[in-house]
């Protein structure tokens, strides 16, 4: 009898222990959840679309590869046609349907500040991909928001100090009228005084407009040293074609929303000698080997470009910076969204597409003014001023 | 001395003047040439083709297509593209505008945006989301005309659109197509009861407008760039100068496009940019208030019309 129950009782114990070993299978598999949301369609879908690909991309290597510590990256991926309401709809069914730990994006500044109070009560980290400085500060109230794309403060301050050593003291401005341009007209006025340029004119253009050259006749009558154009619609490169058509041969610098090839290809003969702040994703090959830079940006590129057969943009550059960084919090933190959080604040010396990021508590943006490079065209290129 | 500088200054504020007003007929031509699509399609069929800056973008992108990848000479591309737009505006009335039994004008004007979304969207597949440049037609080195300087692109567009409003007044005025769309303008029922066929006179007024805007895209495109989403301004912008030049009146387009882009343009060049856009807007608000047929738009008329 005994003999019989202890027969029993070793068949029981080995079919739980079989149990115990499969449930911990199961358990190994579980994988992670990133969310990601993007301007994939819409107006802003030339920053959205580039993101989603790289997202994709990257999710693809990291799996390939086995994971992140042996869990593979499941990552959602919703659409915000770049407008407030489904953004905040999309980011509302991440975290309570899907449960994610963590989400990357949106593409534009004005989706990401809808979502802040959000994800700030559900207490989710979201590493997004828009520039606007609102979006990291007051850091007090953004706990759980950090960003990657560099500030638009500190592409004014490069090209100030890049006037100041060529001793331009005088310039006219003239910005787009979307969100992107006014933000930019704002910060160029609010940094001219403490950097000792004074603005002569201030002008704007739709980003439907054709013609610019009343904005510039306005402008040759002043006596402006160089022109600032802020914009980061297509219509920028007009403004260089009109400058040519009226005789104007002083200095021109565009902002970093003028790095994209397509609009330097847009301006023609006309856009040679465009100076501008940029990420160094555009000047890839061009770069020193020694530049700490180098690998991650020549890998990023030569990938996205073989995988998708188009140039590579510095906005997909800001989303394989916020998958990047969340992937190395996930592999310090596991599947825990407080201690990913902490973990991406205390990322130090990441070297993104961006630039070195180094978040602090204080900092959540995570890059410096050195993170953007003065570039130029030269012959219908990017490449870097001398 | 001093007075030597208020000749010189003065000197130059005529040729700035001079300059503004040449800018302001580069910027209002476009507007012209948006407008005149806008009038043959709301004469024919009262109703306002809300896709007309579709066509205007569609137009410019062939072109782009045709000199860019198929490496096709500028006059062999230009009436390709022109006759690719033209069939997508007769497809787009076939299929969306001829099939309706009873058509109200509002349901009329819904379907039209519909269908410049529908443009749109096709649009962004076909050629993705970039911005697209052609050369310009001849040299890009600036004409000078006085004291101001004129891009010879601009010089081709005026002359463009100075031969379409001929073309266009010819064939109203001595064609028996041409004085039937004129009858389905004026009184459709009698148009229908002296025997002229309203469905293709619909038709034809699609084609046309297609056209027009086919042609416009592509003169302003070495101008202005052109991406997929371009029509939806320049529509915008080209319905201002239609109602402003009254609805149905095709002169009146052209005039009221061109005073448009001057008093936007002398805006801009002497106030400032800033509110140029709302000068614009100004302007057309204020004649609609003192004549609200348009400036060339007779009250008559407009009381026959639905819309």
């Known amino acids: ?386 | 001395m001093g007075n030597s500088y208020a000749i010189e200054s003065q000197e130059m504020s005529t040729s700035i003047i001079l300059q503004l007003i040449l800018s302001g007929v580069t910027i209002g031509s476009i507007y012209a040439m948006v407008a005149l699509g806008f009038n043959i399609i709301y004469n024919s069929t009262s109703i306002i083709n809300f896709a007309q800056g579709e066509f205007v973008m569609l137009g410019g992108m062939f072109m782009v297509s045709l000199v860019g990848p198929l490496n096709l000479p500028m006059w062999v591309a230009f009436p390709i593209a022109v006759l690719a737009v033209t069939l997508i505006g007769m497809a787009f009335e076939r299929l969306c505008i001829h099939p309706l039994k009873m058509p109200s004008v509002l349901s009329l004007i819904i379907i039209t945006i519909a269908g410049s979304i529908l443009l749109k969207g096709g649009a962004m597949f076909a050629w993705g989301k970039e911005t697209f440049s052609l050369p310009h037609f001849s040299t890009e080195k600036p004409i000078l005309l006085l004291e101001a300087t004129i891009l010879p692109q601009t010089v081709w567009i005026l002359g463009i659109i100075g031969m379409v409003v001929l073309l266009l007044a010819l064939f109203f005025r001595f064609t028996i197509v041409g004085k039937a769309m004129r009858a389905c303008a004026a009184n459709r029922p009698a148009a229908s009861l002296v025997g002229i066929n309203v469905k293709r006179i619909v038709l034809l007024s699609f084609a046309l407008s297609a056209a027009i805007g086919a042609i416009a895209g592509i003169i302003i495109t070495p101008i202005s760039l052109m991406d997929y989403e371009r029509g939806a301004i320049l529509g915008l912008k080209g319905f201002g100068a239609a109602v402003l030049g009254g609805l149905g009146n095709p002169m009146g387009a052209v005039v009221a496009g061109f005073l448009i882009g001057i008093v936007e343009s002398l805006c801009a060049g002497l106030i400032s940019s800033h509110y140029k856009d709302a000068v614009g807007l100004v302007v057309l608000l204020m004649v609609l208030f003192i004549k609200p047929s348009g400036l060339f738009g007779s009250a008559q008329v407009s009381k026959l019309k639905k819309f």
């Open chain 1, 1 to 386: 009898m005994s003999k019989l129950n202890s027969k029993w009782m070793g068949l029981f114990c080995l079919s739980m222990l079989l149990l115990m070993l499969i449930s911990g299978c199961a358990k190994e598999k579980k994988t992670y959840k990133v969310g990601a949301i993007f301007a994939i369609t819409g107006s802003a879908s030339w920053l959205g679309e580039p993101e989603k690909k790289t997202a994709e991309m990257i999710k693809e290597e990291i799996n390939a590869a086995g994971g992140i510590n042996g869990h593979l990256l499941d990552l959602i991926i919703e659409d915000t046609v770049g407008d407030e309401t489904k953004t905040v709809n999309a980011v509302n069914k991440l975290i309570e349907k899907d449960k994610v730990l963590a989400i990357i994006g949106p593409s534009r500044s004005g989706t990401t500040m809808a979502i802040v109070p959000i994800v700030e009560k559900a207490e989710v980290p979201l590493v997004s991909c828009a520039a606007a400085e609102a979006i990291v500060s007051p850091v007090a109230e953004r706990h759980w928001v950090f960003k990657t794309p560099q500030k638009d403060t500190d592409a004014v301050i490069r090209i100030y100090e890049h006037m100041q050593d060529k001793e331009i003291a005088k310039i006219a401005i003239i910005t787009g009228t979307t969100g992107f341009g006014d933000q930019g007209r704002k910060q160029l006025k609010k940094y001219a005084e403490k950097m000792e340029i004074t603005i002569v004119a201030d002008e704007t253009y739709g980003p439907g407009d054709t013609d610019m050259t009343p904005q510039l006749i306005k402008i040759k009558g002043t006596n402006a040293q160089a022109i600032v154009n802020w914009s980061i619609v297509p219509a920028q490169s007009i403004v260089p074609k009109n400058m040519r058509q009226l005789g104007m041969t002083i200095p021109l610098y565009q902002s970093h929303g003028f790095g994209n090839i397509k609009y330097a290809a847009a301006a023609g003969e006309a856009g040679e000698g465009i100076i501008f702040p940029a990420g160094r994703l555009l000047v890839a090959d061009v770069l020193p080997e020694d530049h700490p830079q180098k690998t991650v940006l020549t890998e990023y590129k030569k990938a996205y470009e073989e995988k998708y057969r188009e140039p590579v943009s510095t906005f997909g550059g800001h989303a394989y910076d916020a998958l990047k960084l969340v992937i190395v919090a996930l592999q310090q933190a596991g599947p825990d969204r407080a201690k990913i959080r902490d973990e991406l604040e205390n990322i130090k010396g990441f070297v993104g597409t961006g630039g070195i990021f180094n978040f602090s508590p204080e900092d959540h943006s995570g890059l410096t003014k050195e993170a953007f490079e003065m570039l130029t065209v030269k012959e219908g290129n990017f490449t870097l001023t001398e």
